[in-house]
Nanobody, 123 residues
């Protein structure tokens, strides 16, 4: 089993940057693909980024491509989401998730989820 704890969220102005971290416990982290999803009030959960367990392939939603970067450090059991040029529409609760299978944009294929961290971008 994998337990995930996100951190790094907060309040930032438009154009600012944040780096989210997701610390994982459990022996399967290094074999898991990892993803970031977000959910804004009144909206469905949406895919943000994903990374394979070897970190050789990454995937991004079109809305964040070129602004966000997902990375991982398997020695530290941690996955990161570096966010630049933040916009008010990026405001949401951000969740990291682990998939024992492939990296995917489909949230239902992720088995383990963190509790989420709030990101608020002020205009």
């Amino acid at each position: 089993q994998v337990q995930l704890v996100e951190s790094g969220g907060g309040l930032v102005q438009t154009g600012g940057s944040l780096r989210l971290s997701c610390a994982a416990s459990g022996r399967t982290f290094s074999g898991s693909a990892m993803g970031w999803f977000r959910q804004a009030p009144g909206k469905e959960r949406e895919f943000v980024a994903a990374i394979t367990w070897r970190a050789d392939t990454t995937y991004y939603a079109d809305s964040v491509k070129g602004r966000f970067t997902i990375s991982r450090d398997n020695a530290k059991n941690t996955v990161y989401l570096q966010m630049h040029s933040l916009k008010p529409e990026d405001t949401a609760v951000y969740y990291c998730a682990a998939s024992p299978g492939r990296a995917t944009i489909i949230w239902s294929e992720y088995v383990y989820w963190g509790q989420g961290t709030q990101v608020t971008v002020s205009s």
